[in-house]
């Protein structure tokens, strides 16, 4: 069965630009979320989506959205980008939505540089 | 301001020796989980906790939950360098969804 996918892989882009990260989860699994890890320290949450509704929100600011598909994968957008959104960031899915009993499948990460 | 303290940050052993790594926080959690990730991929489930001075084990590897829920240590016995890597922990609370992490420890085993 195929992972979590991300895309795209990398992605360069100039502050204030926009960008869409895009995450398909496990088959079969209906809860994904989205990390933000910036180097040398450990993921930041920003967001849980569970049957296409938004179930929790990290400390982002407005800049940050994310939807959930009928099909369950979803989409992070950074609006007006700024250098400190340079960052790997991570989808993860998992059947369920509480993370303590449903374990997360992380996806490799897109690496996003804002120059 | 970081709730997980994970120490050391970062470790370099040999081969064949022993090692114990540490997550602590003053809050209490419902759940902690501890990670490896290698360069390039993402964080992989190694083991979930949820009871107060649980202990479990993977091969190797020993992870103990503290008796107040506020901490975790995993110990590694005879560190082979296939354990290279950086291990995260992290602890969810009952009041949401979300998981909050530790900056992880870089541990490199040398052969």
């Known amino acids: 069965d195929a992972g979590v996918t991300q895309s795209p892989t990398h992605l360069i882009k100039t502050r204030g630009q926009q960008v869409t990260l895009r995450c398909s989860p496990i088959?079969?699994?209906?809860?994904v979320s989205w990390y933000q890890q910036v180097l040398g320290q450990g993921p930041q949450f920003i967001f849980q989506?569970?049957?296409?509704?938004?179930?929790g929100r990290g400390n982002f600011p407005d800049r940050f959205s994310a939807r959930q598909f009928p099909n369950y994968s979803s989409e992070l957008n950074v609006n007006a980008l700024l250098l400190g959104d340079s960052a790997l960031y991570l989808c993860?899915?998992?059947?369920?939505?509480?993370?303590?009993?449903?374990?997360?499948?992380f996806g490799p990460g897109t690496r996003l540089t804002v120059t | 301001t970081q709730l997980l303290e994970q120490s050391p940050q970062f470790l370099s052993i040999q081969e064949g020796e022993n090692l114990t790594v540490y997550c602590n926080s003053s809050?209490?959690?419902?759940?902690l989980q501890w990670y490896r990730q290698e360069p390039g991929e993402g964080p992989v489930l190694l083991v979930t906790?949820?009871?107060g001075g649980e202990v479990k084990k993977l091969k190797r590897l020993t992870f103990q939950f503290g008796d107040a829920r506020k901490d975790s240590s995993l110990h590694i016995t005879a560190a082979q360098t296939g354990d290279t890597g950086l291990y995260l922990c992290?602890?969810?609370?009952?009041?949401?969804?979300?998981?909050?992490w530790g900056a992880g420890t870089k541990l490199i085993i040398k052969p």
């Open positions: 992290a602890g969810e609370r009952d009041s949401n969804y979300q998981l909050i």
């Open positions: 809050s209490v959690f419902s759940s």
């Open positions: 906790v949820v009871t």
């Open positions: 088959s079969g699994h209906k809860s």
């Open positions: 989506y569970y049957e296409k509704e938004e179930r």
């Open positions: 993860a899915s998992s059947r369920g939505a509480w993370t303590g009993s449903y374990e997360q499948y």
